[in-house]
């Protein structure tokens, strides 16, 4: 084995700790599409962002700056995610409701 892992062997990686990340979460029977937006999310708010903000608050208002701007692009990716799952809810909801008056 070598003293580097291919990148293969780091994608494999990155992916069992998201879905670890998800398992703890009850997360883990997301879509694709939903999957790539929580992976983005959290990104934003946990891997660059809001623990950057947190651990550099004495740092400089440009390094401030930087993690605000990171903190908000991952409050912007999960209003994404709820408008998504909403409008999906909403839709089957109408479904079932459709079902529902033609069976009466």
Known sequence: ????????EKEQE???????????????????DDYAQVDRIKT???GTGFLGALNNIAASDKDLQRNMQNIL?????QNWLLIKQNDKLSKQNEEIIKLLKDKN
């Open 44 to 46: 934003e708010l946990w």
């Open 14 to 32: 990155k992916q069992a700790k998201m879905q670890q990340w998800l398992k703890d979460r009850n997360l883990e029977d997301l879509s694709e």
């Open 73 to 77: 692009l991952g409050i912007s990716e």
């Open 1 to 8: 084995m070598g003293l580097f892992k291919s990148k293969e």
